[in-house]
């Protein structure tokens, strides 16, 4: 399963390669996120793409859980 | 600024403590200078366009105070490996030309090495102290009219992604570079209670900081102008951070009264602007004759967007 540290990027970085994973046509992939923009940013484009995702909160960075 | 003191003069008529666009200062019985300086990073990939945007960002402070443009000087932080000396004059051109169209002159300037390019202006202008338009003096009955259309936080955060279409590009960018100038001097003609630039506060941080705890204002969402390719772009989550300060900072005063109002779309009424157009409160009888005279003038996307009403504590409805 593919891991995509977005983690001390600023926008749009997070969306941009996010994006680049989705066209990949993976059937999961995990997310990694600690900014409150890059966690907003990232969920709009997972619903925009109709992909649900489950949500896990570390100490430190919230991870995003893609499944198609 | 924490533990700053910032020692007031008899001089000294507009400074930091109420969030106003630039500092206004006295000098003479009927002159007071109006001080501002702003520099940015690149919203465009075209150097002139960034070079006009940049400028045009400066000088709208002035504009703002309802002053007039002076001098200015160019503030510089160049990175030459990534910009050529070719682009950098470009740069420079582009805010020359925005200078001389506000009507002013450009002294000199200062330039720095940096890793990333910016580019602005330090500005003066001059206003009667008596005229100087504040940002917080609405009054109950007022009409507030923006000037330009909002939505260039997204479209330039979709420009560095590369995922903007080239309609959205061109619209911003002429937007941007679209000097207030005509728009602060009918205003200013007409008799106006307020006015302020939206920039990077967004449009409910800018319009929030002209409330006071006596008056408050109630927008209408349809009224107020955004650049139709910004609804895709919100949806596809290309908000700048400072979009995501703005509403945590302010969310506490804005009360949404419709229900058809998905969430992108408020997010973009946050969305951090860069040059944006003049927020104006006007006497509710003045409010037609203003709009008419601005679309006259050519500002055609100008539009009533709101209205201000006595209330005992500072909020934003949007109806």
Known sequence: MNQIDTRGLSCPQPVVLVLSEIKTGNDEFEILLDSEASRENVKRLLSKNKLEFDIKENSDHTVYHVTR | ????????????????????????????????????????????????????????????????????????????????????????????????????????????????????????????????????????????????????????????????????????????????????????????????????????????????EMTNNSVSVRLDYNSIPIIEEAFELAESGLFPGGSYRNKKYYEPNIFLDRKDCTQDQLMLLYDAQTSGGLMISVPGEKADKLLDKLKLAGIEWSSIIGEVFDSKDRKIIIG
Request: proline share 4%; with cysteine.
């Open chain 2, 1 to 208: 600024m924490k533990g700053l003191k910032y020692p007031h003069t008899p001089n000294t008529l507009v400074a930091f403590d109420t969030s106003d666009d630039a500092g206004a200062y006295q000098i003479s019985e009927d002159i007071a200078i109006i001080q501002t300086v702003d520099f940015i990073t690149p919203v465009v990939n075209d150097p002139y366009k960034f070079g006009q945007i940049a400028a045009a960002n400066s000088l709208s402070d002035v504009f703002a105070m309802g002053a007039k443009v002076c001098t200015a000087l160019n503030v510089v932080a160049y990175d030459s490996c990534h910009i050529t000396k070719e682009m950098l004059n470009e740069i420079l051109r582009g805010g020359l030309d925005k200078v001389i169209e506000a009507g002013g002159v450009v002294l000199g300037g200062h330039t720095i090495e940096d890793l990333e390019m910016k580019y602005g202006l330090s500005v003066t202008g001059i206003v009667h102290p008596n005229k100087i338009v504040r940002n917080n003096t609405i009054k109950p009955g007022d009409k507030i009219i923006l000037t330009k259309p909002i939505g260039m936080g997204v479209i330039t955060t979709s420009i560095k992604a590369d995922m903007a279409p080239q309609s959205a590009i061109d619209k911003a960018a002429f937007h941007m570079s679209y000097l207030n100038k005509t728009a602060s001097e009918i205003a200013v003609e007409i008799g106006v209670n307020a006015m302020t630039d939206v920039t990077g506060f967004g449009l409910l941080g800018h319009l929030f």
